[in-house]
């Protein structure tokens, strides 16, 4: 049995289960019940239809969106979470990759001009340039912003964009970098700032993240990440608070949101045997919090095999194997190499390239024969 949502001009992949009626903490049922009472409630409609469905133009012609079952409920429970907010700190909104977090954050702010009262700004921080540009587009497509005057280009800058009274301000969290030992001046002393922050507990934010805080110290954080905190992000915590709302890898996959994560032991010198590995690899993502033993034992497990990972003819042979496996799969598309740490990836990245080169010339050397 199938019971979707979607917009009238949504194709049939973008229609989404309605799997929860009310509340996050529902078992998700899929059944026409469910998806009445979920989206045809009085309150709920007209909900929907006034604050969770917009036009994008990210595909160079208008397109309607309508908010999935968890980016509603989340969306709600952070609504929720700020008019209850007394310490600044709204919450943690933990919806996995590829599940639409930037669409969730759309949702969120553009509710809460109409629905919570105050002459609100919304600060939207990122920590990569590429991905300022991103979210900025997200919400430009979506008629949140116009004009690309709002997105600070140095620390200066966003203090007169925060003076300058705008419903959005786009910055890279490196505009509250100081000198080690001290702290960012204060920026703004306004308790209407709402700050909205993409993976906030990336390890660049640890020290950041506090004199962000000083910047703005009336502000209210809430930060939207697609990875679950870990045991030793307390300062994260301290910032912004507990989970407001959680949309886990699992959930995401089962939903068809995120594409499937599959194992496959391709370096018979590194061999693992394990059928349920893959299921495994799942739970892990959703238990991810280590205390602190159990982190020393991975430091510990890591650095007695990390020669043996690392050795140069090993990753030799790792390379030949990504440009093989990558050319001959029976599809274009992208791919992703993540290595042990920043040194093998640059090491990884030369040999790859060089990898491709000698294939590219075999190649050609090939088809000039025939």
């Given amino acids: 049995m199938q019971s979707k949502l979607g917009s009238l001009t949504a194709k049939w992949e973008h229609f989404g289960d309605w799997k929860k009626a009310a509340r996050e903490e529902e078992v998700a049922s899929i059944s026409l019940e469910t998806l009445l009472r979920g989206t045809c409630e009085k309150g709920r409609l007209l909900d929907l239809v006034e604050n969770f469905s917009r036009f994008s133009d990210s595909k160079g012609a208008a397109s ?9 409920l989340g969306v709600n429970r952070a609504v929720a979470a700020l008019k209850a907010c007394t310490d600044g700190r709204i919450g943690v909104f933990w919806h996995t990759q590829g599940s639409g977090k930037s669409y969730s954050m759309v949702f969120f702010a553009e509710k809460v001009f109409r629905k919570v009262k105050g002459n609100w700004t919304f600060v939207v921080i990122t920590d990569r340039t590429e991905l300022d540009r991103q979210i900025y587009q997200t919400f430009a497509d979506c008629g949140a912003v116009t004009g690309g005057h709002c997105q600070a280009a140095s620390a200066s800058h ?26 960012h001046p204060m920026l703004s002393e306004r308790d209407d700032i709402i700050v909205l922050t993409d993976e906030a507990h990336r390890s660049q934010y640890d020290t950041l993240a506090m004199n962000m805080r000083t910047a703005l110290p009336n502000a209210k954080f809430v930060a939207f990440t697609g990875t679950p905190l870990i045991a030793g992000e307390e300062r994260t915590r301290g910032v912004f608070g507990d989970y407001v709302s959680v949309y886990n890898f699992r959930q995401s996959v089962e939903d068809g949101a995120t594409v499937p994560l599959f194992y496959e032991n391709r370096t018979p010198e590194l061999q693992i045997t394990n059928p349920e590995l893959n299921e495994e690899i799942y739970q892990t993502i959703e238990d991810s919090g280590l205390d602190e033993d159990q982190e020393e034992k991975l430091r510990k497990v890591l650095g007695q095999r990390y020669h043996l990972i690392t050795r140069d003819e090993r990753l030799d042979a790792v390379a030949k194997d990504i440009v093989h496996h990558f050319l001959n799969r029976g599809y274009q598309g992208k791919a992703m190499v993540v290595s042990i740490d920043k040194l093998t990836t640059l090491q990884m990245y030369e040999k790859v390239r060089a990898e491709w080169e000698a294939e590219t010339a075999r190649v050609q050397a090939a088809v000039e024969r025939t």
């Fill in 64 to 72: 309607k969106l309508v908010a999935r079952n968890h980016q509603y």
């Fill in 158 to 183: 966003l203090r007169e964009l925060l003076r300058a009274d705008h419903r959005y301000v786009f910055t890279l969290i490196h505009k509250f970098r100081t000198e080690p030992g001290t702290l």
